[in-house]
């Protein structure tokens, strides 16, 4: 989370942002099959999602937007803070 609040600092000093969104995302489920035979399965399962966006408007008037996403199974693979 420090990695996604420097970032955010980052973007917040930029004048030319009119909007600007960061989140991160973490989910872990478990799901179970349970058969009349009494035999229990278990399957876990884990989801990252770091997003970042940001918008501005051109001298023309087009909306400018650039956005960027990662989506991991496992936490150690989320970007470093170089990368992100």
């Known amino acids: ?28 489920t ?20 770091v997003h970042v966006n940001g918008n501005t408007q051109a001298a023309d008037g087009m909306r400018l937007n650039r956005g960027w996403s990662f989506v991991s199974a496992a936490a150690g693979e989320l970007p470093d803070a170089r990368r992100f």
């Open 1 to 28: 989370m420090d990695t996604l609040r420097a970032a955010s600092a980052l973007y917040r000093r930029d004048p030319l942002l009119q909007d600007f969104e960061a989140s991160a995302d973490f989910s872990a």
């Open 30 to 49: 478990n799901r179970y099959l349970v058969n009349t035979e009494g035999t229990i399965v278990r399957d876990g399962k884990s989801l990252y999602n």
